[in-house]
């Protein structure tokens, strides 16, 4: 793609889309590939240092613009954090777009107006009026991938949904059917809190995600579950909540991994990350590598965690209950980050403290309870299991950090972050600042 200019301010950005399985796509409205004009640039401006920004679950190609434009702009908004960089600062900000937006549109020219990025857990979107049930099959069919076991699994299921929309009760066929679709996507939860994200959780159960959900809708006022179809369109909720965890995983290992890899090794520019929500597994994949076991050719200089919907023990070295640890703990081990890693949490986040674990866990919990869960995720509790995680509170614009490298710092956000997608406020873009410095 081109670069991107961000309205109202004389400033670009690179953005890069990545696919489903992890390969950088090819149908921009410039042909090839965009990366290779992106080391180009890199090289030709040597920027003191580069921000790569990711974005999480829902985010199709105009909701990434969308998102990218304000986290940038609000950092940017900041000047005396740009004059603290010192008169030598030449930034580069680059923007990695993968498909995250289950039933979203990935075209790359001329996309549709921004969906709705408050949901974190979603099945199938309920269409405005009366359900189409022939779309939203349409549209499952393609989310979950177009061969002949997946449209036969979901035609059973949504043909029972037609019979009885207001039943919650997933009856033996279409329970069998739930199945045969969970292999055919090759589901592989059923893991620990200490496993791959795409392997944490328990195993399929249907009726129980779909009760989970009504709980976890129920205990919210926020409606944030509103975009979980009704009945025993439910049961979708999981597979397709871990389908968006594959597909991150997949990306931050694969062509996002292999791209931050060959620009470090074309410049010796700052490296800064900052992930919300899902991102926050790309990010911690591409600083782990492939298998979590493959790292960058340096240190990146700082990453922020925001909002992130990865599991509070993935980077831990001693996860609750289990003497093993966490699946990105070699991030830590092999001091990956060279300076601060920075979390954010917030109570007000209901898309991570109740859909997080109503989607792996199947149950109807609220986060923030007094022990600390086997799941849950990052936004409600930060990262946990390791000695060198500090909780403090997050401050306002102009506050004064003092980070130190080697350190991670949970931020509790609650005053400033008002929802899961509240985050393009001045107190998070300075908490950036602030990591990166």
Same mark, same amino acid.
């Given at each position: ?25 090819? !149908? ?15 090289? &030709? ?24 434009? =304000? ?9 005396? $954090? =740009?004059?603290? =960089?010192?008169? %030598? ?15 979203? !549109?990935?075209? *790359? ?9 408050? #949901? ?11 359900? $189409? ?12 991938? $177009? ?6 699994? *979901? ?7 037609? @019979? $009885? ?9 279409? /329970? ?31 009726? &129980? ?52 890899? !060959? ?6 520019? =700052? ?23 493959? +790292? *960058? ?6 990453? #922020? /965690? ?39 949490? %917030? ?7 109740? @859909? ?25 509790? +930060?990262?946990?299991?390791? %000695?060198?995680? &500090? ?47």
């Amino acid at each position: 793609m081109p670069f991107q200019k961000i309205p109202d301010l004389d400033l670009t950005y690179a953005l890069i889309s990545f696919d489903a399985a992890g390969n950088e796509r090819t !149908d921009d409205s410039e042909g090839g590939v965009f990366s290779p004009t992106v080391l180009a640039r890199a090289k &030709q401006d040597k920027p003191t240092d580069i921000f790569f920004f990711i974005h999480g679950w829902k985010g199709d190609f105009e909701g990434a613009v969308d998102q990218y434009n =304000r986290w940038i702009g609000a950092m940017w908004r900041l000047e005396a $954090d =740009r004059a603290a =960089r010192g008169a %030598s600062f030449r930034p580069m900000f680059i923007g990695l777009h993968w498909p995250s937006q289950p039933w979203g !549109d990935e075209k *790359l020219a001329d996309p549709p107006p921004p969906a709705s990025f408050d #949901v974190v857990s979603a099945s199938v979107a309920e269409p405005a009026g009366a359900p $189409d049930v022939n779309q939203m099959f349409e549209d499952a069919v393609k989310t979950f991938g $177009d061969d002949p076991a997946v449209r036969a699994a *979901l035609k059973v299921i949504f043909d029972t949904y037609a @019979a $009885d929309p207001n039943s919650f009760i997933v009856p033996d066929h279409a /329970l069998t059917a739930y199945q045969d679709l969970a292999a055919a996507i090759g589901f592989s939860a059923g893991g620990g809190p200490e496993a791959a994200p795409d392997q944490e959780g328990v195993a399929l159960d249907p009726q &129980q995600a779909v009760n989970a959900h009504r709980i976890a809708e129920a205990a919210s006022s926020f409606g944030i579950f509103d975009t979980v179809k009704k009945g025993i369109l439910g049961g979708l909720g999981q597979l397709s909540f871990w389908t968006m965890k594959k597909r991150g995983r997949t990306n931050g290992e694969g062509g996002m991994h292999t791209f931050v890899k !060959d620009l470090m090794n074309a410049i010796d520019s =700052r490296i800064h990350f900052m992930g919300h929500s899902f991102g926050c597994v790309v990010v911690s994949s591409i600083l782990g590598g492939p298998g979590g076991k493959g +790292g *960058l050719p340096r240190p990146v200089n700082s990453a #922020v /965690l925001v909002q992130g919907a990865v599991s509070l023990w993935s980077w831990g070295d001693k996860v609750k209950n289990f003497n093993t640890p966490g699946y990105y703990h070699p991030v830590l081990t092999n001091k990956a980050v060279s300076g601060p890693v920075v979390t954010t949490r %917030s109570a007000n986040d209901k898309a991570v403290g109740l @859909a997080y674990p109503a989607a792996v866990a199947l149950v109807g919990q609220a986060a923030f309870v007094p022990a600390l869960p086997l799941f849950g995720g990052l936004g409600s509790y +930060g990262i946990q299991g390791t %000695s060198i995680a &500090q909780s403090t509170p997050m401050l306002d614009a102009g506050g004064k950090y003092n980070f130190q490298p080697g350190v991670i710092y949970n931020l509790e956000g609650s005053a400033f972050i008002p929802s899961h997608t509240g985050i393009d406020g001045p107190q998070v873009a300075h908490a950036i600042w602030e990591a990166a410095l």
